[in-house]
């Protein structure tokens, strides 16, 4: 019944709706509605590239990527919950791109919240850094000279060292925090709800340009409340260590490798570990997820495809996206509904877009004043006592 009447509903009621089923009493639901209405103030429309082809366009919102719905949805949670905590709560945020500036804005200039994000020397793109290193107010850039994993790796530690725990009340808002997770949901079911009733009898597939792996658990747990899904396509760069998991049911983390697609270059996924316990074995995983990674260069020539077919600038991570749909297709041919969804914002990749000799979009006006600003980070080594140092000394 949710599914049937989610096609008369509007995107906050959608998600009001579903949150609602799962948060079950823990907040009043004039609170859970607000903190909806302020957090997903932006739709995420699905366009149709052709009969059985859609992109879910999911970068609509503060800063341009998928990351805004889970961090605008965590910090307003997390205000309602520490509104009047004793200590100041520090967000620790990995970012291997997209996320830390989403965090960022999320939490940016609210009392009792300082966010400190960690990401990797000279292996984010330019505008990427542009956006991380010019918010200022509560939020510091750290800039690790290391990997994704390192930043990653620091994080984890912060939360387990007594003093940092003693001086701070810290938080993550990495998808290793589940109500980063649980916003994600919503746009799997506001994709549902935008198809028209005439594909609807059709199964449904989601390609899922995927690297720590929360968006397609997102996914997942759409489908365990009931979403119509038949597959999801977990769509990676060479840092394949699922869809290799997929084939051969080893599980096998390794140092990532840098990529186009530098949002998704995660050697060892942090997500991974629900979705096991979503399935408990390999062959249940095998049923609803379809696993298949990609080159730079097939990155690239999926992105001049996209464009000579339907003239839609797709940035590497959603040609991966795109991709993935498209090998699927090769194996079980197209009687299905494909979804992409579209992580980024073209705009943010800009040299790749050069590299595909494909013309550059506009730049929304909130990313050129970010380009204008002057960078400011703190660079530290990928040792822990360094970030440790800083920390306790801030």
Not at 48 to 63: A, K, P
Request: proline share 4%; net charge neutral.
């Amino acid at each position: 019944d949710f599914f049937r009447l989610s096609r008369i509903r509007s995107f906050q009621e959608i998600a009001f709706e579903a949150a609602q089923s799962l948060f079950q009493g823990a907040l009043l639901n004039r609170d859970l509605k607000a903190i909806i209405e302020d957090a997903i103030n932006f739709d995420a429309p699905l366009v149709r590239l052709d009969q059985s082809t859609f992109m879910l366009e999911l970068f609509h919102g503060e800063t341009l990527a998928f990351k805004d719905f889970g961090a605008r949805f965590l910090a307003r949670l997390m205000k309602h919950f520490l509104h009047d905590a004793k200590q100041e709560t520090l967000i620790l945020v990995a970012t291997s791109g997209d996320t830390g500036s989403a965090v960022a804005h999320g939490f940016l200039g609210m009392d009792g919240f300082k966010v400190c994000l960690l990401y990797p020397s000279g292996k984010v793109s330019k505008i990427q850094e542009q956006q991380l290193t010019t918010i200022g107010g509560n939020v510091i850039a750290l800039e690790i000279q290391g990997t994704f994993d390192d930043c990653q790796r620091l994080v984890k530690q912060a939360f387990l060292d007594a003093d940092l725990r003693e001086r701070f009340q810290l938080s993550s808002a990495n998808s290793i925090n589940i109500a980063r997770l649980i916003p994600q949901m919503f746009y799997y079911l506001r994709a549902y709800s935008q198809l028209h009733h005439s594909v609807l009898s059709k199964p449904l597939i989601f390609s899922v340009p995927s690297g720590n792996f929360g968006n397609l658990t997102a996914g997942l747990f759409a489908k365990h409340i009931g979403l119509p899904v038949s597959k999801f396509i977990a769509a990676t760069n060479i840092n394949d260590i699922v869809p290799k998991y997929l084939e051969r049911g080893i599980f096998e983390p390794k140092p990532s490798l840098q990529t186009l697609s530098n949002a998704m270059d995660v050697g060892n996924p942090s997500n991974f570990a629900r979705m096991l316990a979503l399935y408990g074995s390999v062959e249940k995983m095998r049923e609803d997820i379809y696993g298949a990674s990609f080159t730079d260069a097939e990155t690239l020539e999926g992105m001049r495809e996209i464009y000579r077919r339907y003239e839609y600038i797709a940035e590497p991570h959603t040609a991966i996206g795109y991709l993935g749909l498209e090998h699927y297709r090769k194996q079980v041919g197209s009687d299905h509904v494909g979804i992409v969804l579209a992580t980024a914002h073209p705009a943010k990749f800009l040299d790749a877009i050069e590299q595909a000799g494909l013309k550059p979009p506009a730049v929304p006006e909130r990313l050129a004043q970010a380009l204008q600003k002057p960078k400011q980070s703190v660079l530290l080594t990928n040792d822990f006592s360094a970030l440790k140092g800083f920390l306790m000394a801030m």
